[in-house]
């Protein structure tokens, strides 16, 4: 069988291979991973191809037998000749960086001794060897003017600088790969989409014990001001991750939900804060403040000499918070 279809069929295998995953990948892995179908699309392409290959070759040979006798050898001649021509240019290319001489030749180049029948040849190192030798010449001595001469950097400083520039990748990286997230590092979710993602979730897990509108049942309100193992994402996230209270909290859903999914569900609670559904539960736990949430403002009212009164009204919390 001929090379040059099989080579053509490879071609186009790894061509197909290239593009589906070029238009397709998310970056974040193969699409063929996420994507298991497009194996089956590649695999059409590459059959259809090979497909067309035999129908080519057939007619190939339908039409060569259809020849007469004296054109089959003209077309034998010249099929001849353009094979021994194929890559003529890179034959003769690598015949002059190698530098040797045919057989024919090598009688001008043989030398004098003899040692037991074994006759040596004069040869020429090849050019790519020699030229090879003149660039780590070229190469030592710009070396030797720059970090001996001139001090540039050792190889503590090239290893500090590459983990530098490792951490910073890194941290670029855990920007975008939201499964990394965990409890100090899971922030605040707005985006419609993560909210939504959250409420499916919700619904679909936490809802039995907590109502579909947050309002409490086998588990507490998760619409007013009170928390029982505190509030916040940093705080929602553990509770959903860990569990709650040993013997009677909810179960931990770390083994369930992945880090960036225990992220959206945590931001869904926090946004039902303030809801005041209907029927809901009474409040379980402390009233909590972010420590971190802005004040927007503070009230403080002298009910006696013994007694003060004060009011301080921050966010995510809907109502005044009174203080004595």
């Known amino acids: 069988m001929k090379t040059g ?39 059409v392409i590459i059959v259809f191809h090979i497909a067309a290959e035999a129908c080519i070759g057939a007619l190939e040979r339908v039409l060569y037998l259809t020849l007469k006798p004296e054109a089959r050898e003209r077309y034998d001649r010249e099929y001849a000749f353009a094979k021994a021509n194929q890559f003529k240019w890179f034959k003769d290319t690598y015949k002059k960086l190698v530098g040797g001489k045919p057989i024919e030749q090598e ?40 970090f001996e ?17 490792a951490k910073i990748e890194i ?12 409890v100090n590092t899971v922030q605040l979710l707005t985006e419609v989409s993560d909210l939504n993602a959250g409420k499916s979730i919700f619904e679909g897990n936490c809802a039995a014990c907590h109502k579909v509108t947050g ?53 869904y609670v926090l946004s039902l804060h303030g809801s005041n559904p209907p029927e809901a539960k009474e409040p379980e736990g402390e009233i909590w403040l972010d420590p971190d949430a802005p004040v927007e403002e ?18 995510p919390v809907t109502g005044d918070i009174i203080e004595d």
């Open 215 to 267: 309002a409490g049942g086998i588990g507490p309100n998760l619409t007013d001001d009170h928390w029982i193992l505190g509030g916040g994402i940093k705080n929602v996230f553990r509770t959903i991750s860990e569990g709650g209270r040993d013997g009677k909290g909810m179960v931990a859903w770390k083994s369930d939900l992945k880090p960036s999914e225990m992220a959206q569900v945590a931001s």
């Open 107 to 146: 009688g001008e180049i043989i030398l004098d001794h003899n040692y037991d029948g074994i006759k040596e040849l004069d040869n020429n190192l090849p050019p790519w060897w020699v030229y090879g030798f003149y660039a780590t010449i070229v190469f030592a001595a710009i070396y030797l003017v720059r």
């Open 171 to 182: 941290e670029e990286y855990k920007k975008t790969a939201k499964d990394l997230v965990d």
């Open 298 to 315: 503070v009230k403080v009212e002298v009910i006696d000499s013994t007694q003060i009164q004060v009011i301080i009204e921050d966010e």
């Open 5 to 43: 279809p099989i080579i053509r069929v490879i071609i186009i295998a790894i061509l197909g291979y290239l593009v589906l995953e070029f238009l397709g990948t998310t970056g974040e892995q193969s699409v063929f991973v996420e994507q298991p179908w497009l194996w089956a699309v590649l695999g």
């Open 149 to 165: 001469v001139f001090n540039d950097y050792d190889q503590v400083e090239e290893y500090e600088a590459a983990v530098a520039q």
